[in-house]
């Protein structure tokens, strides 16, 4: 309980007034003092009286792409066998307030309020508690109180349709020489090898084993999946350019893990989210992404050990500002690799693919245009 600045007034004012009265001998003062200490003390006991309801919240969607809509549904229930008043309550979102004005509720009765959530900012936001906030008719005291429960929002980077393409290593044996990542036992024949006990005989390869004269057998490995992997830079600090570079990596991975490809998440300050694709993976990937921040490092470089020593599929680097020198390691381990670099100019780099945009929208457009066609 606390009173108001108006209640303060008007206890100064009574002490003020049953003062006068005193000097000057007036029972008018004294019976204004009265008035107003009484009426300062009655806002007291009232405020003073705790508020008994029972909160229940919840969030739809519970994950959302910045800038869509998502909506609370706050339950308010009165539990108790005395009528309570109607109060002012401020429903906590993130950092900021959503003011809620609960009407009065009879013993055992029930209020549902629904209000929109605001998503601009990315991130995992708490909704709730309840703050309750009590005043008398005269506004002279009031009281505060945080009650129910709360629940998480997640607000995911806003995700343009793009199109999806991944890419592999050959690994049959009649386009090159297979990598040694390739897993054995389907039907893609890896290679042509002297047979060794164990191996089964319906894998013999008569013809090669009349022209060397020793058993021969086939050798199989599992096909290649396409793979894509997007790093994305986030060493240095650029303001709402890197929420749209973030919104550009996620519709990237988003579109490739939707298509089923294997698809890798990797940042320069150390994330690295390895998936199969699929519906899964697009959440995690998203979630990932949405409670990503920027370095506190700036001089981290731009590829992660991790990443320098892998290979293989496609790689896709966005970046909000990027040097040649950046990528010198990294060209000769992947079959294709695409530089996007957002609210900057994009340099010239040997063996890339190389866009420049000014948003995640138009990077989105130029992609779907150029590099997917």
């Not at 204004?32 to 009484?38: D, K």
């Not at 919240?57 to 910045?66: A, G, S, T």
């Not at 191996?199 to 096909?223: C, F, I, N, Q, S």
């Not at 700036?298 to 496609?314: F, N």
Request: with cysteine.
């Amino acid at each position: 309980m606390r009173l108001t600045r108006r209640g303060g007034a008007v206890l100064v004012a009574a002490a003020a007034l049953f003062g006068l009265g005193q000097w000057l001998g007036y029972p008018v003062f004294l019976a204004l003092a009265g008035v107003s200490a009484g009426a300062v003390l009655a806002a007291v006991l009232v405020t003073r009286r705790r508020t008994r309801i029972a909160v229940a919240r919840e969030v739809y969607p519970d994950r959302v792409q910045r800038g869509r809509p998502a909506f609370a549904r706050l339950r308010v229930h009165n539990p108790g066998a005395r009528r309570q008043s109607g109060f002012t309550a401020g429903d906590r979102v993130g950092v900021g307030f959503h003011a809620v004005a609960v009407r009065p509720l009879a013993p055992g009765a029930e209020a549902v309020y629904h209000y929109e959530l605001p998503t601009t900012t990315r991130g995992r936001h708490q909704v709730g508690p309840l703050t309750l906030d009590r005043a008398d008719a005269f506004g002279l005291a009031g009281s505060r109180l945080s009650t129910g429960d709360t629940t998480t929002m997640w607000v995911h980077p806003r995700v343009y349709p793009m199109t999806a393409i991944a890419g592999g290593f050959p690994r049959h044996h009649h386009e090159g020489e297979a990598t040694e990542s390739a897993l054995r036992g389907s039907l893609d024949v890896r290679e042509v090898r002297e047979y060794v006990v164990g191996d089964e005989v319906r894998h013999l390869h008569w013809k090669a084993t009349a022209r060397t004269g020793r058993l021969m057998v086939r050798d199989y490995a599992d096909p290649d999946q396409p793979r894509f992997t997007a790093l994305l830079d986030n060493r240095r600090t650029a303001g709402p350019v890197f929420e749209e570079a973030v919104d550009l990596t996620a519709s990237l991975v988003v579109s490739a893990a939707g298509a089923d490809h294997r698809c890798r998440l990797v940042t320069s300050c150390g994330v690295d989210v390895a998936t199969a694709g699929g519906t899964a993976a697009v959440r995690q990937l998203l979630d990932e992404l949405c409670v990503l921040d920027q370095a506190a490092d700036p001089g981290l470089p731009l590829v992660p050990g991790a990443l320098s020593r892998a290979g293989g599929g496609t790689l896709v680097v966005v970046s909000t500002a990027l040097a040649q020198a950046d990528l010198a390691a990294i060209r000769p381990h992947y079959a294709d690799l695409v530089v996007i670099v957002v609210g900057a100019q994009a340099p010239s780099i040997p063996g890339a693919r190389v866009l420049d945009a000014i948003d995640a929208k138009d990077a989105a457009r130029k992609w779907n245009a150029v590099i997917a066609s």
